[in-house]
């Protein structure tokens, strides 16, 4: 299983971009048993998380990102989505999406920058 995370882009600050990750390969099981998450790394950063969403379907996002972003889980199709409105220039990174767990190997990532 590996995530295949698309959707990034260049924008101005204050635009929206919705990013998408397929699960490429997972059974329904696993995708529906696993808590996803997305997490993003900026230049020079570590990588953090920015939002998740639990296999009990709870939702929690960092600071810097509450109430501008939106996680959703499609689980027919095995996807997990990332609804970024109000984007500042420090939301600029490569943004990838695993488990909570981090277990599967990590994708190439969706560039995300933003400019003011």
């Known amino acids: 299983v590996r995530p295949v995370e698309s959707g990034g882009g260049l924008v101005q600050a204050g635009e929206s971009l919705r990013l998408s990750c397929k699960a490429s390969?997972?059974?329904?099981?696993?995708?529906?048993?696993?808590?996803w998450g997305w997490y993003r790394q900026a230049p020079g950063k570590q990588r953090e998380l920015v939002a998740s969403?639990?296999?009990?379907?709870?939702?929690n996002y960092a600071d810097s990102v509450k109430g501008r972003f939106t996680i959703s889980r499609d689980s027919a199709r095995k996807m997990v989505h990332l609804q970024m409105d109000s984007l500042k220039p420090d939301d600029t990174a490569v943004y990838y999406c695993?488990?909570?767990?981090?277990?599967?190997?990590w994708g190439q990532g969706a560039q995300v920058t933003v400019s003011s």
């Open positions: 695993n488990t909570l767990q981090q277990s599967l190997t």
């Open positions: 390969g997972a059974i329904t099981s696993f995708f529906n048993s696993n808590s």
């Open positions: 969403f639990s296999n009990t379907r709870n939702t």
